[in-house]
């Protein structure tokens, strides 16, 4: 069981029978009555985001996840082949099913599926990532490290915000969390 005292970011729970992730939350203790938790719940089957207002104290199950860590094989258009790194089981999975970061995966790459009720819902990469530059407009002389940025394509076919400068060819580091570049991998 999980308390509203145990309510972080990231946090997993189920409500009406549905997995939901704790995008955030907020504790208030008005100076009169009883205390509650302002939240933001992220549903891993439908991807809405609810605001939900719990009392404090109140109680939740945890959803029956089952986190199998898997090594991406090849990926063909909206499909993905997985192998479970354990038992070497193969899995084919749609893009939908994998959730929003399912572009950033890369062949060979390993990330954690989570699986619900036997079926995919959602993939956890490694927080940090080096994919290469595909596509981008061309830097132009006078673009500084500390102008603006510009979307650039990378390998696995997402499109990242990167500064003016960066160059078709280079490779940069991810964050997945938040799918920002963070820095130029020399």
Do not use: C, W
């Amino acid at each position: 069981m999980i308390s509203t005292a145990d309510f972080r970011n990231g946090v997993r729970l189920e409500i009406d029978g549905e997995p939901f992730r704790i995008v955030e939350f907020q504790h208030v203790k008005p100076g009169k009555g009883g205390a509650f938790v302002r939240t933001k719940l992220k549903s891993y089957m439908s991807g809405n985001v609810l605001d939900r207002t719990f009392r404090s104290g109140e109680q939740f199950d945890e959803p029956d996840l089952e986190e199998r860590e898997m090594q991406l094989l090849y990926a063909t258009g909206e499909t993905y082949a997985f192998m479970d790194t354990k038992n070497f089981e193969q899995f084919t999975y749609e893009k939908k099913q994998l959730g929003e970061n399912a572009d950033l995966l890369k062949e060979n790459m390993i990330a954690k599926i989570l699986v619900y009720e036997h079926r995919p819902i959602d993939v956890e990469l490694p927080i940090f990532i080096e994919l290469k530059v595909v596509d981008a407009e061309p830097g132009v002389r006078g673009d500084t490290a500390s102008g603006g940025t510009k979307p650039a394509v990378v390998e696995t076919g997402a499109i990242i915000k990167v500064p003016l400068y960066m160059e078709i060819g280079e490779t940069i580091k991810i964050d997945t969390r938040t799918r920002q570049y963070v820095e130029r991998v020399r």
